[in-house]
Protein backbone atom coordinates (compact mmCIF):
# COMPACT_ATOMS: atom_id res chain seq x y z
CA UNK A 1 0.00 0.00 0.00
CA UNK A 2 1.24 3.59 -0.72
CA UNK A 3 2.12 5.37 1.98
CA UNK A 4 -0.12 8.37 2.85
CA UNK A 5 2.17 11.21 3.40
CA UNK A 6 5.08 11.62 3.71
CA UNK A 7 7.40 12.97 6.52
CA UNK A 8 7.20 17.09 5.74
CA UNK A 9 3.25 15.71 5.45
CA UNK A 10 3.30 14.53 9.08
CA UNK A 11 5.84 16.96 10.90
CA UNK A 12 2.71 19.25 9.75
CA UNK A 13 0.08 17.38 10.98
CA UNK A 14 2.00 17.20 13.92
CA UNK A 15 3.14 20.74 14.54
CA UNK A 16 -0.46 21.77 13.50
CA UNK A 17 -2.45 19.55 16.11
CA UNK A 18 0.06 20.67 18.61
CA UNK A 19 -0.55 24.37 18.04
CA UNK A 20 -4.60 23.59 17.82
CA UNK A 21 -4.51 22.18 21.06
CA UNK A 22 -2.40 25.36 22.77
CA UNK A 23 -5.43 27.41 21.03
CA UNK A 24 -8.07 25.02 22.47
CA UNK A 25 -6.16 25.67 26.26
CA UNK A 26 -7.51 29.92 25.21
CA UNK A 27 -10.49 28.92 24.56
CA UNK A 28 -12.23 25.24 24.73
CA UNK A 29 -13.40 24.47 21.30
CA UNK A 30 -14.69 21.30 19.82
CA UNK A 31 -14.53 20.50 15.61
CA UNK A 32 -17.42 18.89 14.10
CA UNK A 33 -16.91 17.31 10.89
CA UNK A 34 -20.14 17.19 9.21
CA UNK A 35 -19.59 14.28 6.67
CA UNK A 36 -21.72 13.03 4.12
CA UNK A 37 -22.17 12.43 0.26
CA UNK A 38 -23.50 14.89 -2.11
CA UNK A 39 -26.83 16.08 -1.44
CA UNK A 40 -26.45 13.91 2.06
CA UNK A 41 -27.93 16.96 3.94
CA UNK A 42 -24.97 18.45 5.40
CA UNK A 43 -25.80 21.98 4.53
CA UNK A 44 -28.91 21.81 5.78
CA UNK A 45 -27.90 20.14 8.80
CA UNK A 46 -25.46 22.83 9.95
CA UNK A 47 -28.17 25.19 9.57
CA UNK A 48 -30.98 23.59 11.01
CA UNK A 49 -28.37 22.94 14.33
CA UNK A 50 -27.58 26.48 14.31
CA UNK A 51 -30.50 27.93 14.34
CA UNK A 52 -31.79 25.68 16.86
CA UNK A 53 -29.16 26.92 19.28
CA UNK A 54 -29.44 30.11 18.28
CA UNK A 55 -33.30 30.11 18.95
CA UNK A 56 -33.42 28.21 21.66
CA UNK A 57 -35.12 25.45 19.42
CA UNK A 58 -37.29 22.67 21.01
CA UNK A 59 -34.30 20.43 21.99
CA UNK A 60 -35.83 18.40 24.87
CA UNK A 61 -33.64 15.75 24.70
CA UNK A 62 -30.78 18.08 24.60
CA UNK A 63 -29.89 18.19 28.26
CA UNK A 64 -27.91 21.23 28.24
CA UNK A 65 -30.69 23.32 26.96
CA UNK A 66 -33.75 21.23 28.92
CA UNK A 67 -32.15 21.81 32.01
CA UNK A 68 -31.88 25.62 31.25
CA UNK A 69 -28.44 25.74 31.87
CA UNK A 70 -26.84 27.61 28.59
CA UNK A 71 -27.09 30.84 29.26
CA UNK A 72 -25.86 32.53 25.58
CA UNK A 73 -25.41 30.91 22.16
CA UNK A 74 -23.78 33.29 19.45
CA UNK A 75 -21.72 33.34 15.82
CA UNK A 76 -17.96 34.27 16.22
CA UNK A 77 -15.11 34.87 14.42
CA UNK A 78 -14.22 31.56 13.15
CA UNK A 79 -10.55 30.34 13.77
CA UNK A 80 -9.17 29.98 10.25
CA UNK A 81 -8.64 33.18 8.31
CA UNK A 82 -8.28 31.79 4.62
CA UNK A 83 -11.35 29.86 5.03
CA UNK A 84 -14.67 31.16 3.62
CA UNK A 85 -17.43 32.02 6.28
CA UNK A 86 -20.33 29.53 6.24
CA UNK A 87 -23.22 31.68 4.44
CA UNK A 88 -25.47 30.63 7.56
CA UNK A 89 -27.78 33.75 7.20
CA UNK A 90 -28.67 33.15 3.62
CA UNK A 91 -29.14 29.76 4.62
CA UNK A 92 -31.46 30.42 7.02
CA UNK A 93 -33.29 33.26 5.21
CA UNK A 94 -33.77 31.18 2.12
CA UNK A 95 -35.83 27.96 3.98
CA UNK A 96 -37.58 30.32 5.98
CA UNK A 97 -38.81 32.86 4.06
CA UNK A 98 -38.66 31.51 0.53
CA UNK A 99 -39.01 27.63 1.86
CA UNK A 100 -36.07 26.95 -0.50
CA UNK A 101 -33.27 24.58 0.25
CA UNK A 102 -29.44 25.28 -0.49
CA UNK A 103 -27.69 25.01 -3.75
CA UNK A 104 -24.88 22.01 -3.92
CA UNK A 105 -21.88 23.18 -1.73
CA UNK A 106 -19.38 24.27 -4.62
CA UNK A 107 -16.27 25.21 -2.11
CA UNK A 108 -15.42 24.50 2.01
CA UNK A 109 -16.87 26.76 4.35
CA UNK A 110 -16.53 27.16 7.81
CA UNK A 111 -18.67 28.59 10.89
CA UNK A 112 -17.62 29.22 14.79
CA UNK A 113 -20.21 29.02 16.91
CA UNK A 114 -19.60 29.62 20.94
CA UNK A 115 -22.01 28.34 24.05
CA UNK A 116 -22.33 29.29 27.39
CA UNK A 117 -23.52 27.64 29.92
CA UNK A 118 -23.61 26.69 33.68
CA UNK A 119 -21.77 23.49 34.43
CA UNK A 120 -23.91 20.89 35.95
CA UNK A 121 -21.83 20.64 39.09
CA UNK A 122 -21.02 22.50 41.46
CA UNK A 123 -17.24 21.55 41.24
CA UNK A 124 -17.79 22.04 37.45
CA UNK A 125 -18.76 25.67 37.84
CA UNK A 126 -15.88 26.70 40.20
CA UNK A 127 -13.18 25.61 37.55
CA UNK A 128 -14.61 25.33 33.99
CA UNK A 129 -15.17 28.64 32.21
CA UNK A 130 -18.68 27.71 31.06
CA UNK A 131 -17.49 28.64 27.47
CA UNK A 132 -17.07 26.03 24.50
CA UNK A 133 -16.83 26.88 20.91
CA UNK A 134 -18.10 24.74 18.13
CA UNK A 135 -16.00 24.40 14.89
CA UNK A 136 -18.34 23.32 11.59
CA UNK A 137 -16.93 23.25 8.42
CA UNK A 138 -19.05 22.63 5.33
CA UNK A 139 -17.59 21.39 2.21
CA UNK A 140 -19.01 19.62 -1.31
CA UNK A 141 -19.81 15.97 -0.35
CA UNK A 142 -18.21 15.10 -3.98
CA UNK A 143 -14.42 15.67 -2.29
CA UNK A 144 -15.08 12.75 0.43
CA UNK A 145 -14.88 10.70 -2.75
CA UNK A 146 -11.12 11.30 -2.98
CA UNK A 147 -9.81 10.58 0.89
CA UNK A 148 -9.39 6.45 -0.14
CA UNK A 149 -7.79 7.42 -3.36
CA UNK A 150 -4.28 8.75 -0.78
CA UNK A 151 -4.19 4.73 -0.10
CA UNK A 152 -3.98 3.48 -4.19
CA UNK A 153 -1.04 4.15 -6.64
CA UNK A 154 -2.39 4.80 -9.76
CA UNK A 155 -2.30 1.15 -10.70
CA UNK A 156 -4.78 0.18 -8.07
CA UNK A 157 -6.96 3.36 -9.04
CA UNK A 158 -6.88 2.48 -12.65
CA UNK A 159 -7.87 -1.26 -11.83
CA UNK A 160 -10.60 -0.28 -9.71
CA UNK A 161 -12.35 1.82 -12.15
CA UNK A 162 -12.66 -0.56 -14.54
CA UNK A 163 -13.69 -3.00 -12.31
CA UNK A 164 -16.50 -0.65 -11.63
CA UNK A 165 -17.31 0.87 -15.09
CA UNK A 166 -18.02 -3.23 -15.98
CA UNK A 167 -20.81 -3.69 -13.17
CA UNK A 168 -24.38 -3.87 -14.81
CA UNK A 169 -25.41 -0.99 -13.31
CA UNK A 170 -22.57 1.01 -14.63
CA UNK A 171 -21.43 -0.94 -18.32
CA UNK A 172 -24.51 1.44 -19.84
CA UNK A 173 -22.98 4.35 -18.94
CA UNK A 174 -19.11 3.29 -19.32
CA UNK A 175 -19.70 2.28 -22.68
CA UNK A 176 -18.00 5.14 -24.16
CA UNK A 177 -15.27 5.69 -21.90
CA UNK A 178 -14.33 2.00 -22.30
CA UNK A 179 -14.34 2.11 -25.35
CA UNK A 180 -11.94 5.03 -25.93
CA UNK A 181 -9.46 3.72 -22.96
CA UNK A 182 -9.75 0.49 -25.35
CA UNK A 183 -8.25 2.56 -28.11
CA UNK A 184 -6.10 4.06 -26.31
CA UNK A 185 -2.21 2.33 -26.44
CA UNK A 186 -1.01 3.43 -23.15
CA UNK A 187 2.33 3.54 -23.98
CA UNK A 188 1.95 5.44 -27.43
CA UNK A 189 3.65 9.01 -26.68
CA UNK A 190 1.85 11.32 -24.38
CA UNK A 191 -0.86 13.46 -25.91
CA UNK A 192 -2.84 16.34 -24.54
CA UNK A 193 -5.48 15.95 -26.76
CA UNK A 194 -5.97 12.19 -26.17
CA UNK A 195 -5.19 12.85 -22.14
CA UNK A 196 -8.44 15.43 -22.47
CA UNK A 197 -10.87 13.05 -24.33
CA UNK A 198 -10.07 10.83 -21.63
CA UNK A 199 -11.00 12.65 -18.66
CA UNK A 200 -14.08 14.38 -20.67
CA UNK A 201 -15.56 10.82 -21.09
CA UNK A 202 -14.64 9.74 -18.06
CA UNK A 203 -15.85 12.70 -16.06
CA UNK A 204 -19.15 12.72 -18.22
CA UNK A 205 -19.57 8.38 -16.86
CA UNK A 206 -19.14 9.79 -13.62
CA UNK A 207 -21.87 12.19 -13.76
CA UNK A 208 -24.26 9.62 -15.52
CA UNK A 209 -23.59 7.47 -12.35
CA UNK A 210 -25.09 10.44 -10.32
CA UNK A 211 -28.01 11.16 -11.58
CA UNK A 212 -31.50 10.39 -9.48
CA UNK A 213 -32.55 6.93 -11.88
CA UNK A 214 -28.91 5.22 -10.84
CA UNK A 215 -28.55 7.56 -7.80
CA UNK A 216 -24.35 5.65 -7.44
CA UNK A 217 -22.23 6.92 -4.75
CA UNK A 218 -18.70 5.51 -5.34
CA UNK A 219 -17.60 7.71 -8.28
CA UNK A 220 -14.07 9.03 -7.24
CA UNK A 221 -12.26 11.18 -8.43
CA UNK A 222 -14.75 13.60 -6.50
CA UNK A 223 -13.61 16.53 -7.99
CA UNK A 224 -14.13 15.48 -11.63
CA UNK A 225 -17.59 16.07 -10.16
CA UNK A 226 -17.35 19.31 -8.57
CA UNK A 227 -14.14 20.77 -9.51
CA UNK A 228 -14.55 24.28 -7.49
CA UNK A 229 -11.49 26.28 -8.99
CA UNK A 230 -9.76 23.28 -10.28
CA UNK A 231 -11.63 23.14 -13.75
CA UNK A 232 -9.30 22.61 -16.60
CA UNK A 233 -6.51 22.26 -14.75
CA UNK A 234 -3.51 18.82 -15.39
CA UNK A 235 -4.15 17.70 -12.00
CA UNK A 236 -7.77 17.11 -13.31
CA UNK A 237 -6.88 15.76 -16.75
CA UNK A 238 -6.30 12.46 -16.40
CA UNK A 239 -8.06 9.42 -16.43
CA UNK A 240 -7.63 5.58 -15.20
CA UNK A 241 -6.74 3.10 -18.17
CA UNK A 242 -6.83 -0.43 -18.33
CA UNK A 243 -4.35 -3.06 -19.16
CA UNK A 244 -1.47 -1.28 -17.98
CA UNK A 245 0.16 -4.64 -16.65
CA UNK A 246 2.57 -4.23 -14.12
CA UNK A 247 6.25 -2.37 -13.49
CA UNK A 248 7.12 1.04 -14.70
CA UNK A 249 5.12 3.32 -17.31
CA UNK A 250 7.63 4.01 -20.22
CA UNK A 251 8.59 7.48 -19.58
CA UNK A 252 7.06 9.96 -22.06
CA UNK A 253 4.38 7.59 -22.59
CA UNK A 254 0.53 8.58 -22.13
CA UNK A 255 0.55 6.28 -18.93
CA UNK A 256 3.68 7.78 -17.21
CA UNK A 257 1.85 11.19 -18.25
CA UNK A 258 -1.71 9.76 -16.56
CA UNK A 259 0.35 8.68 -13.58
CA UNK A 260 2.25 12.05 -12.94
CA UNK A 261 -1.28 13.69 -12.93
CA UNK A 262 -3.16 11.87 -10.48
CA UNK A 263 0.11 11.71 -8.32
CA UNK A 264 -0.42 15.77 -8.60
CA UNK A 265 -3.98 15.10 -7.81
CA UNK A 266 -3.46 13.44 -4.69
CA UNK A 267 -0.43 15.62 -3.83
CA UNK A 268 -2.00 18.99 -4.14
CA UNK A 269 -5.95 18.61 -4.40
CA UNK A 270 -6.61 15.40 -1.89
CA UNK A 271 -4.09 15.92 0.95
CA UNK A 272 -4.36 19.59 1.71
CA UNK A 273 -8.19 18.91 2.38
CA UNK A 274 -7.10 15.85 4.84
CA UNK A 275 -4.58 17.45 6.08
CA UNK A 276 -6.53 20.62 7.11
CA UNK A 277 -9.79 19.38 8.16
CA UNK A 278 -10.03 15.73 8.39
CA UNK A 279 -6.89 15.15 10.68
CA UNK A 280 -8.31 18.13 13.21
CA UNK A 281 -11.60 16.78 13.64
CA UNK A 282 -12.92 15.45 17.89
CA UNK A 283 -16.14 14.70 16.74
CA UNK A 284 -17.92 13.59 13.20
CA UNK A 285 -21.50 13.05 12.12
CA UNK A 286 -22.02 10.49 9.23
CA UNK A 287 -24.99 11.66 7.34
CA UNK A 288 -26.11 9.41 5.12
CA UNK A 289 -29.17 9.72 2.73
CA UNK A 290 -30.02 6.03 2.62
CA UNK A 291 -33.69 6.95 1.08
CA UNK A 292 -31.96 8.13 -2.27
CA UNK A 293 -30.45 5.04 -2.69
CA UNK A 294 -33.25 3.09 -1.79
CA UNK A 295 -35.50 4.85 -4.12
CA UNK A 296 -33.23 3.66 -7.23
CA UNK A 297 -33.06 -0.16 -5.69
CA UNK A 298 -30.48 -2.85 -4.51
CA UNK A 299 -27.44 -1.29 -7.10
CA UNK A 300 -27.40 1.68 -5.43
CA UNK A 301 -27.29 0.70 -2.27
CA UNK A 302 -24.89 -1.81 -2.95
CA UNK A 303 -22.73 1.09 -4.02
CA UNK A 304 -23.22 3.18 -1.18
CA UNK A 305 -22.46 0.42 1.49
CA UNK A 306 -19.43 0.49 -0.75
CA UNK A 307 -18.37 4.10 -0.90
CA UNK A 308 -19.40 4.23 2.88
CA UNK A 309 -16.46 1.60 3.64
CA UNK A 310 -13.89 3.01 1.89
CA UNK A 311 -14.43 6.41 3.44
CA UNK A 312 -14.97 5.27 6.84
CA UNK A 313 -11.61 3.94 6.38
CA UNK A 314 -10.14 7.15 6.10
CA UNK A 315 -11.64 7.78 9.43
CA UNK A 316 -10.13 4.84 11.45
CA UNK A 317 -8.21 5.67 15.21
CA UNK A 318 -6.01 3.25 16.89
CA UNK A 319 -2.55 1.20 16.34
CA UNK A 320 -1.60 0.60 12.85
CA UNK A 321 -2.77 3.23 10.99
CA UNK A 322 -0.50 5.63 9.43
CA UNK A 323 -1.17 8.61 11.18
CA UNK A 324 -2.82 7.77 13.86
CA UNK A 325 -0.08 8.32 16.10
CA UNK A 326 0.50 11.86 15.11
CA UNK A 327 -3.83 12.84 15.39
CA UNK A 328 -3.83 13.35 19.20
CA UNK A 329 -7.38 15.10 18.69
CA UNK A 330 -8.31 12.08 17.62
CA UNK A 331 -12.01 11.47 16.90
CA UNK A 332 -14.08 9.68 19.86
CA UNK A 333 -17.19 10.19 18.61
CA UNK A 334 -19.00 9.33 15.47
CA UNK A 335 -22.70 9.06 14.96
CA UNK A 336 -23.85 7.60 12.03
CA UNK A 337 -27.27 9.33 11.10
CA UNK A 338 -30.09 8.51 8.27
CA UNK A 339 -30.94 11.63 7.18
CA UNK A 340 -34.02 13.09 5.80
CA UNK A 341 -36.26 10.91 8.15
CA UNK A 342 -39.52 13.18 7.85
CA UNK A 343 -40.23 11.45 4.39
CA UNK A 344 -41.36 8.30 6.41
CA UNK A 345 -43.80 7.90 8.82
CA UNK A 346 -42.07 7.66 12.24
CA UNK A 347 -43.28 3.94 12.84
CA UNK A 348 -40.31 2.76 10.02
CA UNK A 349 -37.81 5.12 12.29
CA UNK A 350 -36.37 2.46 13.51
CA UNK A 351 -36.38 0.64 10.42
CA UNK A 352 -34.40 2.77 8.26
CA UNK A 353 -31.75 3.36 11.42
CA UNK A 354 -31.49 -0.22 10.70
CA UNK A 355 -30.58 -0.08 7.21
CA UNK A 356 -28.48 2.87 8.03
CA UNK A 357 -26.43 0.51 10.84
CA UNK A 358 -26.41 -2.31 8.44
CA UNK A 359 -24.86 -0.77 6.13
CA UNK A 360 -22.15 0.82 7.94
CA UNK A 361 -21.57 -2.22 10.08
CA UNK A 362 -18.89 -4.11 8.25
CA UNK A 363 -17.39 -1.06 7.72
CA UNK A 364 -17.15 0.58 11.22
CA UNK A 365 -15.81 -3.08 11.97
CA UNK A 366 -13.12 -3.50 9.88
CA UNK A 367 -12.08 0.06 10.27
CA UNK A 368 -11.81 -0.64 14.37
CA UNK A 369 -13.92 2.30 14.63
CA UNK A 370 -15.90 0.97 17.19
CA UNK A 371 -13.30 2.58 19.94
CA UNK A 372 -14.97 5.61 19.58
CA UNK A 373 -18.28 5.88 20.43
CA UNK A 374 -20.41 4.75 17.39
CA UNK A 375 -24.42 5.50 17.52
CA UNK A 376 -26.86 5.00 14.35
CA UNK A 377 -30.04 7.30 14.22
CA UNK A 378 -32.50 8.34 12.23
CA UNK A 379 -33.22 12.17 12.01
CA UNK A 380 -34.13 14.66 10.20
CA UNK A 381 -32.06 18.45 10.57
CA UNK A 382 -35.45 20.25 8.94
CA UNK A 383 -38.85 18.31 9.10
CA UNK A 384 -40.70 19.17 6.52
CA UNK A 385 -43.52 17.14 7.22
CA UNK A 386 -46.44 16.46 9.16
CA UNK A 387 -47.84 12.74 10.29
CA UNK A 388 -51.74 12.30 9.47
CA UNK A 389 -54.36 9.44 8.63
CA UNK A 390 -56.50 8.95 5.76
CA UNK A 391 -59.81 6.68 5.59
CA UNK A 392 -59.37 4.92 2.65
CA UNK A 393 -62.24 1.70 2.11
CA UNK A 394 -62.83 1.22 6.24
CA UNK A 395 -59.02 1.54 6.60
CA UNK A 396 -57.33 3.97 8.47
CA UNK A 397 -53.42 5.06 6.20
CA UNK A 398 -51.11 6.57 8.17
CA UNK A 399 -49.63 9.49 6.11
CA UNK A 400 -47.17 11.97 5.57
CA UNK A 401 -48.75 15.58 4.70
CA UNK A 402 -45.97 18.36 3.30
CA UNK A 403 -46.03 20.38 -0.41
CA UNK A 404 -43.97 18.44 -2.67
CA UNK A 405 -41.42 20.26 -5.09
CA UNK A 406 -42.22 21.41 -8.04
CA UNK A 407 -41.99 18.81 -10.82
CA UNK A 408 -42.01 15.59 -8.53
CA UNK A 409 -44.66 13.22 -9.65
CA UNK A 410 -46.38 10.02 -8.00
CA UNK A 411 -48.66 7.93 -10.58
CA UNK A 412 -48.51 10.21 -13.21
CA UNK A 413 -49.25 13.14 -10.90
CA UNK A 414 -47.47 16.42 -10.88
CA UNK A 415 -46.87 18.69 -8.18
CA UNK A 416 -46.61 22.60 -8.45
CA UNK A 417 -44.86 23.22 -5.42
CA UNK A 418 -47.54 25.31 -3.66
CA UNK A 419 -50.28 22.83 -3.33
CA UNK A 420 -49.86 20.26 0.46
CA UNK A 421 -50.74 16.93 -0.36
CA UNK A 422 -51.21 13.91 2.05
CA UNK A 423 -48.79 11.28 0.77
CA UNK A 424 -48.42 7.12 1.97
CA UNK A 425 -44.83 6.51 1.97
CA UNK A 426 -45.43 2.54 1.92
CA UNK A 427 -43.07 0.78 4.58
CA UNK A 428 -39.46 0.36 4.47
CA UNK A 429 -38.48 -3.13 4.92
CA UNK A 430 -38.40 -4.74 8.29
CA UNK A 431 -35.24 -7.16 7.54
CA UNK A 432 -32.54 -4.75 6.58
CA UNK A 433 -30.83 -7.44 4.21
CA UNK A 434 -33.63 -6.87 2.29
CA UNK A 435 -32.52 -3.57 0.53
CA UNK A 436 -29.44 -4.74 -0.23
CA UNK A 437 -29.94 -8.70 -1.47
CA UNK A 438 -32.79 -7.08 -3.44
CA UNK A 439 -35.95 -8.92 -2.03
CA UNK A 440 -37.01 -5.60 -0.67
CA UNK A 441 -40.06 -4.11 -3.46
CA UNK A 442 -38.84 -0.69 -4.16
CA UNK A 443 -39.30 2.32 -2.36
CA UNK A 444 -40.87 5.78 -4.15
CA UNK A 445 -40.23 9.07 -2.27
CA UNK A 446 -41.12 12.44 -3.09
CA UNK A 447 -38.88 15.66 -2.05
CA UNK A 448 -40.91 17.87 -0.54
CA UNK A 449 -40.41 22.10 0.07
CA UNK A 450 -38.87 23.45 3.54
CA UNK A 451 -41.47 23.44 6.12
CA UNK A 452 -43.85 26.89 7.12
CA UNK A 453 -42.61 27.69 10.49
CA UNK A 454 -45.47 27.69 13.05
CA UNK A 455 -46.21 30.88 15.26
CA UNK A 456 -47.36 30.72 18.82
CA UNK A 457 -50.19 32.23 20.06
CA UNK A 458 -48.26 35.37 20.61
CA UNK A 459 -47.24 35.81 17.52
CA UNK A 460 -43.87 34.45 18.14
CA UNK A 461 -42.26 32.06 15.11
CA UNK A 462 -40.90 28.89 16.08
CA UNK A 463 -37.56 27.46 15.18
CA UNK A 464 -37.01 24.96 12.41
CA UNK A 465 -38.81 21.88 13.43
CA UNK A 466 -36.64 18.87 13.00
CA UNK A 467 -37.05 15.28 13.99
CA UNK A 468 -34.16 13.55 16.67
CA UNK A 469 -31.46 16.82 16.00
CA UNK A 470 -31.53 16.70 19.50
CA UNK A 471 -30.55 13.48 20.40
CA UNK A 472 -27.76 13.78 17.79
CA UNK A 473 -27.01 17.61 19.74
CA UNK A 474 -26.68 15.53 22.91
CA UNK A 475 -24.41 12.98 21.72
CA UNK A 476 -22.39 15.25 19.97
CA UNK A 477 -21.84 17.68 22.42
CA UNK A 478 -23.51 16.84 25.57
CA UNK A 479 -21.08 15.76 27.53
CA UNK A 480 -18.93 19.05 27.11
CA UNK A 481 -21.46 21.16 28.40
CA UNK A 482 -21.70 19.06 31.55
N1 LIG B 1 -37.19 16.71 3.88
C1 LIG B 1 -35.91 16.94 4.12
N2 LIG B 1 -35.08 17.12 3.08
C2 LIG B 1 -33.78 17.37 3.35
C3 LIG B 1 -33.26 17.44 4.67
N3 LIG B 1 -31.94 17.68 4.60
C4 LIG B 1 -31.64 17.76 3.28
N4 LIG B 1 -32.75 17.58 2.53
C5 LIG B 1 -32.84 17.54 1.04
O1 LIG B 1 -31.58 17.14 0.55
C6 LIG B 1 -31.04 18.11 -0.33
C7 LIG B 1 -29.56 18.24 -0.10
O2 LIG B 1 -29.28 18.81 1.17
P1 LIG B 1 -27.93 19.63 1.40
O3 LIG B 1 -27.86 19.99 2.84
O4 LIG B 1 -27.77 20.70 0.41
O5 LIG B 1 -26.89 18.47 1.09
P2 LIG B 1 -25.30 18.55 1.14
O6 LIG B 1 -24.83 17.31 1.85
O7 LIG B 1 -24.85 19.85 1.67
O8 LIG B 1 -24.96 18.40 -0.42
P3 LIG B 1 -23.66 18.93 -1.22
O9 LIG B 1 -23.48 20.36 -0.86
O10 LIG B 1 -24.05 18.70 -2.65
O11 LIG B 1 -22.52 18.05 -0.80
C8 LIG B 1 -31.82 19.38 -0.01
O12 LIG B 1 -31.88 20.18 -1.16
C9 LIG B 1 -33.16 18.86 0.40
O13 LIG B 1 -33.96 18.59 -0.72
C10 LIG B 1 -34.18 17.21 5.75
O14 LIG B 1 -33.83 17.25 6.93
N5 LIG B 1 -35.47 16.97 5.41
MG1 LIG C 1 -23.85 21.36 0.91
Given at each position: MASLTNFGDEARIAFDTLAGRAAGLVSPSLRLGVTGLSRAGKTVFITALVHNLLHGGRLPLFQAQKSGRISRAYLEEQPDDAVPRFQYEDYVAALVKER?????????????LTIEYE???????????????????????????DLPLLAKDFATFSREAVELATLPVRADLSVEWRALAAATDASS??????????????????????????????????RFLMPGDLEGSPALTF?????????????????????????????????????????RLDRQIVLIDAMQALNAGSEAVADLERALAEILACFRAGRGFFLSDLISRRIDRILIAATKADHIHH??????????????????DRARLSGAGVEALAMAAVRATREGTVKQGGETLPVIIGTPLEG?????????????????????????EGV????????????????????????????????RLDRALQFLIGDRLE
Amino acid sequence: MASLTNFGDEARIAFDTLAGRAAGLVSPSLRLGVTGLSRAGKTVFITALVHNLLHGGRLPLFQAQKSGRISRAYLEEQPDDAVPRFQYEDYVAALVKERLWPDSTRAISELRLTIEYESASAWGRMFSRGRLSLDIVDYPGEWLLDLPLLAKDFATFSREAVELATLPVRADLSVEWRALAAATDASSPADEMVARQLAESFSAYLRACKEDGRALSTLPPGRFLMPGDLEGSPALTFSPLPDLGGGRAKPGSLAAMMERRYEAYKTHVVKPFFREHITRLDRQIVLIDAMQALNAGSEAVADLERALAEILACFRAGRGFFLSDLISRRIDRILIAATKADHIHHESHDRLQAIVRRLTDRAVDRARLSGAGVEALAMAAVRATREGTVKQGGETLPVIIGTPLEGETIGGERFDGETETAIFPGDLPQNPEGVLNGAASPIRFVRFRPPRLERTAEGITLSLPHIRLDRALQFLIGDRLE
